[in-house]
């Protein structure tokens, strides 16, 4: 991934923000036509695989992010805080 891509995304503090994020560097792009998230915890790391709508536009997004090709999506290979929390869930209270 390019350094710039690198640090943007690894500021996001959880699973939302990160989202967000990536999705909005997407939207040049065009409609994004699946996206899926995978945050490993032990290795502080967020992988994300991206396909857009319009399949001539992938090798252009991938160009821009730095991103890898795995079977056609785009993989972003994110480092993560400690910290970073996969989901928001509020406090349970009975």
Known sequence: MRPDVTEQLSA???LHSLTEAVLVLCEPYGPV??????????????????ELE?????????????????NGAACLDIPVRED????????VTN
Request: proline content about 4%; glycine content about 4%.
């Open 84 to 91: 970073f929390a996969a989901l928001r869930t509020p406090a």
């Open 54 to 70: 319009a399949q001539k536009q992938q090798p252009a997004l991938v160009r821009a992010l730095g991103a890898k090709v795995i």
């Open 33 to 50: 036509h699946a996206f899926r998230v995978v945050h490993n915890r032990g290795a502080a790391r967020v992988i994300c695989f991206i």
């Open 12 to 14: 996001a503090r959880d």
